[in-house]
């Protein structure tokens, strides 16, 4: 089956710190990429996404490449802030057309930034 | 655009007490979702349906029925609950879009109903 296996919280950072999250995943397809970021009190909303090999996806300052030949899609950003604080969840979707648009979702990633 | 709403935001019921979670959705989009999150263990699967009339089981689906008489609103009933249902639950919908030969989708999450059963 599939899965998405992401890097255990929580993190802590001081703000300004690079900041990186491992995302593994198996599929029995070719899958599309994502990240969703839960901020605290709030539903999940997207980040960015990739849909093939090499694609880099990228939003206010996050980024993450789509590696096929180590099944990985890391996030990372160069500088956090305090407000990047929150749940980070890393998903995949597989053939959308015969699997309804379903997402495998990682557990998340509990970052917390200090000042 | 309002986007994906639920209603209510917080609930606390007895054990064998019945509720229905109301989501609503202003975007036209054919597919909806009815997540569970559990601390640890993500997001999990309860039901969702392709479009108006249609519904099908998720990965949790025990102890949940679900409804969709019209394209923008999808219903979570739970007829007894159990203390085991005690969660925060998230509505999602989405639409079927194509990028360079690839298809993808994004899911449109609700801000949540936060679920306590004694």
């Known amino acids: 089956g599939n899965s998405v296996t992401q890097m255990e919280g929580p993190v802590t950072l001081s703000e300004e710190a690079f900041l990186t999250i491992n995302c593994t995943y198996t599929?029995?397809?070719?899958?599309?990429l994502f990240w969703y970021v839960q901020y605290p009190g709030e539903g999940l909303q997207l980040l960015l996404k990739a849909t093939k090999a090499d694609d880099k996806g990228s939003n206010k300052g996050f980024e993450a490449t789509y590696r096929k030949e180590t099944t990985s899609f890391h996030l990372e950003k160069g500088s956090v802030q305090v407000s990047d604080s929150a749940v980070y969840f890393c998903?995949?979707?597989?053939?959308?057309?015969?699997?309804?648009?379903?997402?495998?979702f990682g557990d998340g990633t509990t970052l917390t930034v200090k000042p | 655009n309002a986007g994906v709403t639920q209603t209510p935001k917080f609930r606390v019921l007895k054990t064998g007490q019945s509720m229905t979670l109301l989501c609503a959705q202003d975007?036209?989009?054919?597919?909806m979702y009815w997540y569970r999150q559990d601390p640890g263990m993500g997001l999990r699967l309860i039901h969702y349906?392709?479009?108006?009339?249609?519904?099908a089981k998720g990965e949790v689906p025990d102890g949940y029925n679900v409804s969709r008489l019209k394209k923008q609103n999808f219903l979570l009933g739970l007829e007894s609950a159990a203390p085991s249902q005690t969660s925060v639950y998230f509505c999602?919908?989405?639409?079927?879009?194509?990028?360079?030969?690839?298809?993808?989708?994004?899911?449109?999450f609700g801000p949540g109903t936060r679920l306590t059963v004694l």
């Open positions: 599929a029995t397809g070719y899958p599309s």
């Open positions: 999602a919908s989405s639409y079927p879009t194509r990028t360079s030969g690839h298809s993808y989708n994004e899911q449109f």
């Open positions: 349906s392709v479009g108006e009339g249609t519904t």
């Open positions: 975007m036209n989009h054919e597919y």
């Open positions: 998903a995949l979707i597989i053939d959308w057309n015969t699997n309804a648009g379903k997402s495998t």
